[in-house]
């Protein structure tokens, strides 16, 4: 479950992950807990994408 919380958040607004975990499953954790999960994540990806180069911009061409 801490993986599904994890990963709908990044994806959408923690309202609009919980909204629809509720939907869904007929549960949703407390706001506390989605930015406990999310804060718990964090800490973890840092080192990752601190080491990754960065991303490129793309470029927007003029007609």
């Known amino acids: 479950m801490v993986t599904l919380v994890a990963r709908l958040t990044a994806l959408m607004a923690f ?3 919980r909204e629809l975990m ?3 499953l007929a549960w949703a ?3 506390r ?3 406990r999960i999310v804060d718990a994540v964090g800490r973890q990806a840092r080192p990752f994408l601190e080491q990754a180069p960065p991303a ?3 470029t927007v061409r003029s007609s």
């Open 56 to 58: 490129r911009r793309k």
């Open 22 to 24: 509720k939907s869904l």
């Open 15 to 17: 309202a609009a992950s």
């Open 33 to 35: 807990s989605v930015l």
């Open 29 to 31: 954790p407390s706001s």
